[in-house]
T-cell receptor, first 111, second 115 residues
Framework: GQQLNQSPQSMFIQEGEDVSMNCTSSSIFNTWLWYKQEPGEGPVLLIALYKAGELTSNGRLTAQFGITRKDSFLNISASIPSDVGIYFCAGRLNRDDKIIFGKGTRLHILP | DTEVTQTPKHLVMGMTNKKSLKCEQHMGHRAMYWYKQKAKKPPELMFVYSYEKLSINESVPSRFSPECPNSSLLNLHLHALQPEDSALYLC??????????????FGSGTRLTVV
């Protein structure tokens, strides 16, 4: 089946640093989604991308839909303690109802 | 109302029990989903309902039985579960069966423990 390769698996950064994570696949996707999940909660949608090359921001978060439609990245600028959590990329294949999730990037922020 | 509400938040059940998980949304979304999430893993799709009809069953064991009584409600009936079924069960909804323009909205989940 289709797989999303998300990296890195985990990150330990200092507060104030910028963060970058990405997702790649061997398949072409028509939608890329980025979610954040905190302990005991469901995933919360951060950014949705629908067109190749699309660059979208949500506050300090920026995500891009790769030109090849096989990858996407998420950047977080000037990280703060509340950014801690697991970030999942998710993609939807054309003509398919299912969203496929990456394995997640666990973000830790050092004091 | 922009939420997906799941009840109960926590559930402990024995292997011979019958219980149900409930999910409700009033956003007019016509697709609803059940996901299972184990610790430190991504959510795994179990079932998809489109316009109140089951459209996808990801080869889920029959001890999990979904039900969609109307466009706002989704249930997951549980019977004779195993300890390995312990997980966070997430409900989600989207505006249309094609996955939606806005992505899925998830509930907070039901933390299920089978003893």
């Amino acid at each position: 089946g289709q797989q999303l390769n998300q990296s890195p698996q985990s990150m330990f950064i200092q507060e104030g640093e910028d963060v970058s994570m990405n997702c790649t696949s061997s398949s072409i996707f028509n939608t890329w989604l980025w979610y954040k999940q905190e302990p005991g909660e469901g995933p919360v949608l951060l950014i949705a991308l629908y067109k190749a090359g699309e660059l979208t921001s949500n506050g300090r978060l920026t995500a891009q839909f790769g030109i090849t439609r096989k990858d996407s990245f998420l950047n977080i600028s000037a990280s703060i303690p509340s950014d801690v959590g697991i970030y999942f990329c998710a993609g939807r294949l054309n003509r398919d109802d299912k969203i496929i999730f990456g394995k997640g990037t666990r973000l830790h922020i050092l004091p | 109302d922009t939420e997906v509400t799941q009840t109960p938040k926590h559930l402990v059940m024995g292997m011979t029990n019958k219980k149900s998980l409930k999910c409700e949304q009033h956003m007019g979304h016509r697709a609803m989903y059940w996901y299972k999430q184990k610790a430190k893993k991504p959510p795994e799709l179990m079932f998809v309902y489109s316009y109140e009809k089951l459209s996808i069953n990801e080869s889920v064991p029959s001890r999990f039985s979904p039900e969609c009584p109307n466009s706002s409600l989704l249930n997951l009936h549980l019977h004779a579960l195993q300890p390995e079924d312990s997980a966070l069960y997430l409900c989600a909804s989207s505006p249309m069966s094609g996955g939606s323009y806005y992505g899925y909205t998830f509930g907070s989940g039901t933390r299920l423990t089978v003893v």
